[in-house]
């Protein structure tokens, strides 16, 4: 139990450490969105991908606890 618990733990570590790296981006882009209009079509664009990669990854850290689980 004490295994379950230390795997699991190291799976959510690694899911917030992915949300605080996409926060810091997005904080970065927010700041870049403000300066041009081709940069904001530029930055609007890579904000999609950025949520888009952490919805995958996120799946896939949660499907990894699944594993886990079963």
Known sequence: ???????????????????????????????L????????QLLVGLMVL???YSLFYVALKVRAIRKLID
């Open 1 to 31: 139990m004490v295994n379950f618990l230390e795997l699991t733990r190291k799976k959510l570590a690694d899911v917030q450490r992915v949300f605080i790296i996409n926060g810091i981006i997005m904080l970065v882009l927010a700041v």
């Open 33 to 40: 969105i403000v300066w041009t209009n081709v940069v904001l």
């Open 50 to 52: 950025l949520v888009a």
